[in-house]
């Protein structure tokens, strides 16, 4: 009895490992995740996030500031560049990736920034996706 129990704690243990190397080194289709935050709809489950904003600040300023937190906070550009693209940030913990797509663009002597962060895996996020967009992002002008 003792044998079996310990077989079944190693399977359940070895899937974990696995399901774990898996999401850390599963391949990111940009063809999948690359989308534009102005069309792209937001998913039904609770682990997104949209933010859209207009700030007080020229468009190379903006990309400046958030490709330097992103890179602070350890993601990469996945596809297209710092005006319209698309980075993956990883979760602290499991390191799952989400899928962060921005566009900035000029509006009179500001940017108008549209950003959708969501999670690839999971259902919610517990405010990740929103916190991070408000860690990235320059605040608006009140």
């Known amino acids: 009895m003792a044998t079996w129990f310990l077989y079944l704690v190693l399977i359940v243990a070895l899937a974990f490992i696995g399901f774990a190397a898996w999401v850390r080194f599963a391949p990111s289709d940009p063809a999948v995740w690359h989308v534009d935050p102005v069309t792209a709809p937001m998913p039904s489950s609770p682990n997104a996030a949209r933010v859209e904003r207009l700030v007080a600040m020229p468009v190379d ?54 950003a959708l962060s969501r999670a690839r895996f999971g259902y919610s996020d517990r405010g990740v996706n929103a916190a991070r967009l408000g860690r990235w992002l320059p605040q608006a002008e009140p």
């Open 61 to 114: 300023q903006v990309a400046t500031y958030i490709e330097t937190r992103a890179r602070t906070e350890g993601a990469t550009l996945l596809a297209g560049d710092v005006l319209f693209g698309t980075w993956i940030a990883r979760t602290a913990l499991m390191r799952y990736p989400d899928y962060v797509s921005i566009r900035l663009t000029a509006e009179g002597e500001g940017t108008r920034i549209v």
